[in-house]
């Protein structure tokens, strides 16, 4: 065992850096890593089913994690792209891969239809993990591509309970039951799914938060762990004896401890185990793939993958037309959600246990799926190239055609920062149209009411629909010098008569706008620690006028340091000498101050 895993850690810190620096993605390097050890190459390691339902328990990992990052108000939110969009996905995808295979093939229209509820789903664990190293899982595009995702996980439910109906065996039930209550009437069974589904939300809701509490007062960091670790595996193991999905009520579980004052913690301990569950899922995915059967049937098995992949395209992108996603949103939507899932293998495994198919046939899906979650990292590389060719950057979908004009105030950037100064202008009546670039941040505002478009305020084009031309001044409040730079070159080439107050990150920042001679900033940082500085005196037990007059002293010596030092950097060696000197008139004024202060206090 401590071979195998010594085998599997060594591919993955070989291949995965190396697809990264290719810009495949980290997901391709593991399925990479896994046909390089698999069986059918340098068979270093052997049947990969045992590891597989080890690793499964990743996809189960990151379901619960993503659950934790959904507030109920926000799964509400999305209720319309899970039903309308993840429902029409698996029903036009699962009838046109059906009567393909009939038409094609020499299958009955069971075993049709079975094959075609298993490819209809797509992978939850290369969609999340790749459009999430790429930052595109927040964008709309990823948003529906995770709402598809949700509804192919609860639809794997009645299509388990559909696969005994189709099966063409006298005993349409098989001997070894996939589950503990599969011999029940299904009346029976979907009841008792039901309330295991409320028995996870009223056990989540009542009795784990307040355990999370009591062991959080006892500061024992590995026992909270455990705990949560003791969640996930229990989730895991109810919803197998049941026959549901692991990953769905994991999810569910997630949904509701995400208003749980702890879920930040719990975050943090599970995200390790599931990024290492996750690589041996996709490592097992990779060795599993039968390259005998690919090199005895080459053209059949080709034909499949590019059927699978040609028919869910096909669909993603009809309905990406439908729901008016855009051209580009509509094509990442598209090829990311173009392939088989590893929901597949279990469909697989309990049509062949139900005598739906025999077991040439799974074998073929099998590696028609492995295959097609083998190309979509590829199709994803190929998305990023097309808009690389274009000008256009791979991690924003398309801003807002709609921004409102203003003849007062544009803020670029509505984070904690932004929305203070906003807050403060529009409470002392200016007009205000408010860019952000994140279109979480966006969705977050929104949801509260207020008026925010998603946009790029470094784009002339939506400056100037802003309102660049008319407005008075542009409040620049993005937390990344890079982007701030580059919103102040446009507004400085494109609207040379609007003023700029800009949210400095930094010194080094500081420094940059300086240069750029910007009408104003402030160090989104120095005035609070500033304040909390003065503070620290008063409790040391200086005098309030006293502690007050040191700070003064401070931020004006510092504002003029600031402006000194401004002209030297970038040459280390004078810049190092500047700030020791900075530092020593900075002392000798404030020990100046506080020996004329006493000197009058005596003389008083």
């Known amino acids: 065992m401590l071979v195998n895993i010594l085998i599997y850690l060594f591919a993955a810190i070989v291949a995965v850096p190396i697809a990264k620096r290719l810009g495949l993605g980290a997901v391709l390097g593991y399925l990479l890593a896994g046909v390089l050890i698999g069986p059918y190459v340098f068979s270093l390691v052997g049947d990969q089913t045992d590891v597989m339902h080890v690793a499964e328990f990743g996809v189960v990992m990151m379901l619960f994690l993503i659950g934790l990052e959904l507030q109920p108000a926000r799964l509400w939110d999305l209720r319309k792209p899970i039903l309308g969009l993840g429902g029409l996905q698996v029903m036009l995808t699962a009838s046109l891969i059906t009567g393909l295979v009939v038409a ?59 696969l005994p109906l189709l099966s063409s065996a006298t005993n ?77 009520g994991a999810f569910i579980a997630g949904v509701v401890l995400a208003d749980c004052e702890y879920r930040h913690e719990i975050e943090v301990d599970i995200e390790p185990f599931k990024g290492l569950l996750l690589g041996l899922f996709f490592i097992t995915v990779g060795a599993g793939i039968d390259f005998y059967l690919l090199l005895d049937k080459p053209l059949l098995v080709t034909l499949c993958v590019a059927m699978l992949v040609a028919v869910k395209l096909a669909v993603l992108l009809l309905l990406a037309a439908v729901f008016k996603m855009g051209r580009w949103r509509g094509l990442l939507f598209s090829l990311a959600l173009a392939q088989g899932g590893e929901f597949a293998f279990v469909i697989v495994a309990a049509a062949q246990s139900a005598k739906v198919f025999d077991t040439d046939v799974g074998s073929v899906v099998i590696l028609t799926v492995a295959l097609s979650m083998l190309v979509t990292p590829l199709l994803l590389a190929l998305y990023e190239t097309l808009f690389s060719r274009t000008g256009r950057s791979t991690s924003t979908p398309e801003a807002d055609a709609d921004i409102a004009s203003t003849d007062h105030v544009i803020i ?28 979480g941040q966006v969705e977050l505002v929104r949801r509260f009411g207020n008026k925010i478009y998603y946009g790029d305020a470094s784009r002339s084009d939506l400056l100037r629909a802003a309102g660049g031309a008319e ?17 102040i070159e446009t507004a400085r080439k494109h609207f040379p008569n609007l003023k700029i107050l800009v949210r400095a990150v930094d010194r080094r920042h500081a420094y940059q706008l300086l240069d750029a001679g910007v009408d104003g900033f402030r160090r989104e940082t120095f005035h609070s620690a500033l304040a909390l500085g003065v503070d620290a005196l008063k409790q040391l037990g200086q005098a309030s006028d006293a502690a007050e007059r040191a700070g003064e002293l401070f931020e004006r010596h510092d504002d003029k340091s600031l402006r000194k030092l401004a002209k030297v950097w970038g040459d280390d060696k004078t810049y190092g000498k500047a700030i020791r000197k900075n530092l020593d008139d900075l002392r000798r004024v404030l020990q100046e101050d506080k020996g004329t202060e006493q000197a009058g206090d005596d003389t008083r």
């Open 412 to 439: 670029a950037g509505y984070g904690r920062f932004g929305q203070i100064v906003g807050r403060l202008l529009s409470a002392q009546g200016y007009r205000l149209t408010i860019l952000d670039h994140s279109p």
């Open 104 to 162: 094609l093939f020499d299958l009955s229209w069971q075993s049709a239809l079975a094959i075609g509820l298993a490819l209809a789903l797509s992978s939850t664990a290369i969609v999340i993990q790749s459009l999430e190293e790429r930052g595109l899982l927040n964008t709309p595009a990823g948003s529906n591509a995770f709402s598809v995702l949700l509804f192919q996980d609860v639809a794997i439910i009645p299509i388990l309970a559909l």
């Open 172 to 248: 349409t039930v098989s001997e070894q039951h996939a589950s503990a209550i599969d011999h029940l009437p299904v009346v029976i069974q979907v009841g008792v799914s039901v309330m295991t589904i409320a028995l996870v939300i009223l056990a989540g809701r009542f009795l784990a938060a307040p355990i999370f509490r009591l062991i959080a007062k006892s500061n024992s960091r590995e026992i909270f762990t455990a705990f949560a670790l003791f969640i996930v595996v229990a989730i895991t193991v109810l919803m197998q004896f049941i026959g549901l999905s692991p990953a769905l």
């Open 471 to 487: 407005a008075r001044l542009l409040v620049v409040a993005v937390d990344e010098p890079e982007r701030a730079m580059r919103i």
